[in-house]
């Protein structure tokens, strides 16, 4: 297969150091490992790092012959871009340029920006013309930075299809902002996954590979946590529609190792899994 295929931070134990966590990314046959920054604090403090901190980082990256090439940074769901405080925005736009810096010194090429423009607090038009404010002033740091920048498909209705990223798209007309489309999503929501495929297409530069249950009037669907193969992701259908539009970017397989009782083993059967769903889409 052309395309590349990573594996998101969570899906190994927490405890595992970085010299750890890359060897086995790539033992368990992964080409790169997608960094997490959420909203704990020690991930978010990781964009605080000493610049030695990251020339270490590039060490063990350099030994273990696993690169970083993207960071999935939810670390907005706690410090949100549309957030009706002043400050709490201050704060968003403060961790969204040292997650530029971050990415710039140790080689990440893309970031995964959370489509929420606020996650704790009630949602209204302020909060979303706030997320739009915060959004291009982001963009613009991603110009300054070089570093893509690539809204993510969500579990919340506020950013749950293409079709609704590609309303900001046509705002802010800015090469440096992109989708990055997480298929187990954008099926939950009930989207036509073809056609939001081709939709966001010429913006995609990053695929999530995730299974999920779908939303129903009774019940809420299941975001994650859902074995590869026990929910209702037609994943075969998306890889042939991505093959027929000669989609050459990576496949990143998202899942948690923390409820797991063999992360390991769990994570080589869901890449098999995942292997054998794209064979049959043509990749």
């Known amino acids: 297969m052309e395309n590349l295929l990573g594996l998101y931070e969570k899906a190994l134990p927490r ?47 350099d030994a273990a012959g696993t690169p970083i090439m993207t960071m999935c940074f939810s670390g907005h769901r706690r410090y949100p871009l549309g957030s009706r405080s002043s400050e709490i925005r201050r704060q968003a736009l403060e961790l969204m340029e040292k997650a530029m810096e971050f990415a710039k010194d140790v080689g990440i090429r893309v970031i995964q920006l959370a489509g929420y423009d606020v996650y704790y607090e009630e949602q209204g038009e302020d909060t979303k013309a706030n997320f739009l404010a915060g959004l291009k002033r982001s963009v613009d740091l991603a110009e300054k930075h070089q570093v893509m920048l690539a809204i993510e498909i969500m579990d919340t209705p506020f950013m749950n299809s293409i079709q609704k990223y590609m309303v900001y798209d046509r705002q802010i007309q800015m090469p440096w902002l992109t989708v990055y489309p997480d298929l187990g999503n954008l099926s939950a929501w009930g989207n036509d996954l073809e056609q939001e495929l081709e939709l966001g297409y010429p913006r995609i530069v990053a695929v999530h590979v995730k299974e999920t249950k779908t939303v129903t009037d009774s019940f809420a669907g299941q975001f994650r946590d859902v074995p590869f193969g026990e929910g209702d992701v037609d994943f075969v259908k998306a890889f ?10 990576p496949f990143v397989i998202e899942m948690w190792g923390d409820k797991m009782k063999d992360p390991m083993a769990e994570i080589t059967r869901s890449r098999q899994f995942v292997l054998d769903k794209l064979r049959e889409g043509g990749f």
């Open 15 to 61: 405890g595992m150091d970085w010299p750890a966590k890359l060897k086995m990314a790539r033992q368990l046959g992964f080409d790169f490992l997608e960094l997490s920054v959420d909203e704990s604090d020690d991930r978010l403090f990781r964009l605080y790092w000493t610049k030695e901190e990251k020339r270490r980082l590039l060490q063990y990256i």
């Open 240 to 249: 042939k529609k991505l093959k027929a539009l000669r989609y050459k970017g």
